[in-house]
């Protein structure tokens, strides 16, 4: 969030930053310079008249022949404005004072007051006019490799003053600061936390005043771990989901166990088996079927989520023989769980005659569920400890919730769908004023 403020000052009658001149020339004379804005006003001092005036001039000595500004005689009824100074110029005739209208920068040079004639006397004014400073714009970019973060003040005028400030307080000559020749740029190497906090660009010239603040923050991950670690979350849910329900399969007191990927292709066995028994869900052996398949469907996505994950994680940490191991496992789960998802029972029963087949089948999915857990969490750890050294960490509230309720859609829908059809089979069989069996 970027939050800029801005103060300038300039009055439209400008009479600013008097300083002392060393004598130019052999004339000695008191030489004054005010700095101006473009098309301000400017008013020019004259020395205190303590003896009888008779006549005062203001020349502008820049251009050679000297150029008279105005002229005042005592004896005269007014004033007399000279040149391309009539409409520009007012003049105080009692304190000698000149003011200058609508300056520009072709107004530049030194100013002379003389009184009474008395050129030793004279006072000498120099005058600069310059633009402004404008509102400064702070932009950031940060480094491809997340080290560095460069801070740039976009800021026009003349006789541009930068000063950085963090927090406040000026930027400590530090090895951690790093600032452009013309105080425009400023790097901020080897992001740390404690970096985080409001930059402030002011600049400033002799005439105006102006701040840009920034507020830094900045991620401790790049945005590949950020996918990374929400894909994580993600793949923790749906494990936790299907852990839950092969716990609820394992609770069943009935056999053959319908937790058994093997068992899929024998539904006709288990659908005769549970129409003879009440279970917990009340359950046909089809209903199981489907139930057992969204369960294998879950394990599958966790576990290809898990997989994008870990090639992030390489991509960005670097390869590993464990790493390379777990993708792997997690390959071989994807390739079993969708196997049994997406084939059908009677293809299956010719795999599952054999012992050591049928054993894995069985152990794949529950295996897949514990792996999914146990590496989600590592990675949510992992990627939580690189997201510490940065100023802001990523809402995963809704990394958890959106799969959960994603996750239970699908399976309240399934259990609505099988509650009415079950209603609708036992009104059938048991149609109202029949017999009871």
């Given at each position: 969030m970027m939050q800029v403020s801005d103060q300038v000052f300039f009055p439209s009658i400008l009479l600013l930053m008097l300083k002392d001149f060393s004598p130019g020339s052999a004339v000695e004379s008191l030489e004054k310079r005010i700095f101006a804005a473009v098309g301000s006003s400017v008013l020019f001092p004259a020395p205190e008249i303590r003896s009888h005036l008779k006549i005062i001039q203001w020349e502008f000595i820049n251009n050679h022949p000297l150029q008279l500004i105005v002229e005042y005689q005592l004896d005269?009824?007014?004033?007399?404005?000279?040149?391309?100074?009539?409409?520009?110029?007012?003049?105080?005739?009692?304190?000698?004072?000149?003011?200058?209208?609508?300056?520009?920068?072709?107004?530049?040079?030194?100013?002379?007051?003389?009184?009474?004639?008395?050129?030793?006397?004279?006072?000498?004014?120099?005058?600069?006019?310059?633009?402004?400073?404008?509102?400064?714009?702070?932009?950031?970019?940060?480094?491809?490799?997340?080290?560095?973060?460069?801070?740039?003040?976009?800021?026009?005028?003349?006789?541009?003053?930068?000063?950085?400030?963090?927090?406040?307080?000026?930027?400590?000559?530090?090895?951690?600061?790093?600032?452009?020749?013309?105080?425009?740029?400023?790097?901020?190497?080897?992001?740390?936390?404690?970096?985080?906090?409001?930059?402030?660009?002011?600049?400033?010239?002799?005439?105006?005043?102006?701040?840009?603040?920034?507020?830094?923050t900045f991620e401790g991950i790049p945005a590949a771990l950020q996918q990374a670690q929400k894909m994580s979350a993600v793949a923790l849910m749906l494990g936790v989901i299907a852990a839950l329900g092969f716990v609820s399969l394992c609770c069943q007191s009935a056999k053959p166990k319908p937790g058994h990927a093997a068992s899929l292709s024998q539904n006709h066995n288990f659908a005769k088996h549970h129409r003879s028994k009440r279970n917990f869900f009340n359950w046909n052996g089809e209903e199981w079927r489907y139930f057992i398949c969204f369960l294998q469907a879950t394990v599958c996505l966790s576990s290809g989520l898990l997989f994008a994950v870990t090639i992030i994680w390489m991509a960005q940490q670097g390869v590993s023989v464990f790493l390379i191991f777990l993708i792997l496992a997690l390959t071989w789960v994807m390739m079993v769980t969708l196997t049994v998802v997406v084939w059908d029972p009677k293809r299956l029963r010719t795999f599952t005659g054999r012992r050591t087949i049928r054993i894995i089948l069985d152990a794949t999915a529950p295996g897949g569920v514990i792996l999914v857990m146990v590496l989600a969490g590592f990675f949510l750890m992992n990627i939580r400890d690189l997201e510490e050294k940065g100023c802001s960490s990523t809402d995963m509230i809704a990394s958890f919730i959106i799969p959960l309720v994603l996750s239970l859609i699908p399976f309240l829908f399934f259990l609505f769908y099988h509650i009415k059809r079950r209603k609708k089979k036992e009104t059938r069989n048991n149609p109202p004023g029949g017999e009871e069996n």
């Open positions: 005269s009824s007014k004033a007399i404005v000279y040149g391309p100074y009539k409409g520009r110029v007012d003049f105080n005739e009692s304190t000698g004072y000149l003011l200058l209208k609508n300056v520009q920068k072709k107004d530049n040079g030194i100013y002379k007051v003389v009184i009474n004639l008395e050129e030793k006397k004279a006072q000498k004014v120099s005058l600069t006019v310059i633009e402004p400073v404008t509102q400064p714009q702070l932009r950031s970019n940060l480094s491809l490799d997340g080290s560095t973060l460069w801070l740039s003040c976009d800021v026009s005028g003349d006789r541009i003053t930068i000063v950085w400030m963090r927090n406040e307080e000026p930027i400590p000559p530090e090895e951690c600061y790093q600032q452009s020749e013309d105080q425009k740029h400023l790097g901020i190497i080897n992001l740390e936390k404690s970096d985080c906090g409001n930059f402030s660009c002011n600049a400033s010239n002799e005439i105006s005043w102006r701040q840009a603040t920034l507020f830094v």
